[in-house]
């Protein structure tokens, strides 16, 4: 079946332009995850939802960014004004519930120039 | 609150040696603790999970990890490498007392040496 797909795959924004990443879960996951990944370092957590409720967003940098799940399934998350210290991948991931295993997209690479 | 120490950022190892690649972490009762590997060009995908059931957990391709509540340490180990075993490793830590916030560890490539 479709495993969790992002878009766009890559996105260059320039300074202070706001981006919106997409994720598509698997059909049927519950919980769903966003990370930020810098280069070499591993996912640090951002929020996380279960179906359309947000249940954790302490992972958030800053009030520009914000995420949201309006109808339990695709998940968008929003970076408004962005600055160069955004770039990174954004990876997402669901799951079936909170505990179980998660499954991850393929990333969204944003470059700010 | 709780987080996770890879000791290693680089491993190296010869094909058919022992893989040992270590993980530490810190939480105020026994978490749900994951492995999971990033080859390159690929996403992250899950290697095993420890959800408090036995504590010697078996993953996919030939690895396994021990969890050690007295060492706090969750340890992956693989008795013979492959080449395929070239990769980014990394440790996981979640609930029940942070919720379900997943804390990752900076990670450890392995390299493998013909």
């Known amino acids: 079946g479709a495993g969790v797909s992002q878009s766009p795959r890559y996105k260059v924004a320039k300074r202070g332009q706001d981006v919106a990443l997409r994720c598509d879960p698997i059909s049927g996951h519950v919980s769903l995850f966003w990370y930020q990944q810098a280069l070499g370092q591993g996912p640090e957590f951002l929020t996380y939802f279960q179906n359309e409720a947000q249940l954790d967003k302490s992972g958030l940098p800053s009030d520009r960014f914000f995420a949201e799940r309006p109808e339990g399934s695709v998940s968008t998350l929003k970076i408004q004004r962005t600055q160069q210290e955004d770039s990174a991948v954004y990876l997402c991931a669901s799951s079936p519930d909170l505990r179980g295993e998660q499954y991850f997209g393929p990333g969204t690479r944003l470059t700010v120039t | ?114």
């Open chain 2, 1 to 114: 609150a709780q987080s996770v120490t890879q000791l290693g950022s680089h491993v190296s190892v010869s094909e058919g040696a022992l893989v040992l690649l270590r993980c530490n972490y810190s939480s105020s009762v026994p978490p749900y603790l994951f492995w999971y590997v990033q080859y390159p060009n690929q996403g992250l995908q899950l290697l095993l999970k420890y959800t408090s059931a036995a504590t010697l957990v078996k993953g996919i391709n030939g690895f396994e990890a021990e969890f050690k509540k007295s060492e706090t340490s969750f340890h992956l180990t693989k008795p013979s490498a492959h080449m395929s075993d070239a990769a980014e490793y990394f440790c996981a830590v979640s609930g029940p007392t942070g919720g379900f916030k997943t804390i990752f560890g900076a990670g450890t490539r392995l390299f493998v040496k013909a």
